[in-house]
C-alpha cells in the first residue's frame, strides 16, 4: 500500500478511542500545519491541494488526476474538560 504523502496518524485527546489525521506539507524548509482531518484520504487531498496551489509537480501528489477538493474540510475539534486544579486557580480553602 502507497504512503500518501502530507499526512500523519493522530490519536484523540483524552486518551480515547478516535483517530485522527493531520496533513502538513513543507514550504522553505518548514513544516506548514494544513488541519486534522477525518480520514486519510482527505488529509492526503488537503495535502495535494496545497501542494497544488503552491505549484508542485504532479509526481509529488497522492491523486494527481484528482481537481475537485470539495471534499476537503477540517474535522471538527474535540473538546476536553479542563484538569481541576490548573495553574492559575485561586482557590482558598
Known amino acids: 500500500r502507497k504512503v500518501l504523502k502530507g499526512k500523519c496518524p493522530t490519536a484523540g485527546e483524552g ?3 478516535l483517530v485522527r489525521f493531520c496533513a502538513s506539507i513543507r514550504v522553505q524548509n518548514k513544516s506548514v500545519h494544513l488541519g486534522t482531518y477525518e480520514t486519510e484520504e482527505i488529509a492526503a487531498l488537503a495535502y495535494d491541494k496545497k501542494a497544488r ?3 508542485r509537480d504532479e509526481s509529488q501528489l497522492n491523486f494527481p488526476k484528482t481537481t475537485n477538493y470539495s471534499r476537503v474540510k ?3 475539534e474535540v473538546r476536553t474538560k479542563a484538569p481541576e486544579g490548573k495553574a492559575g486557580d485561586t482557590k482558598k480553602g
Do not use: C, N, T, Y
Request: cysteine-free.
Open 15 to 17: 486518551g480515547g478511542d
Open 74 to 76: 477540517k474535522a471538527p
Open 53 to 55: 496551489e503552491l505549484g
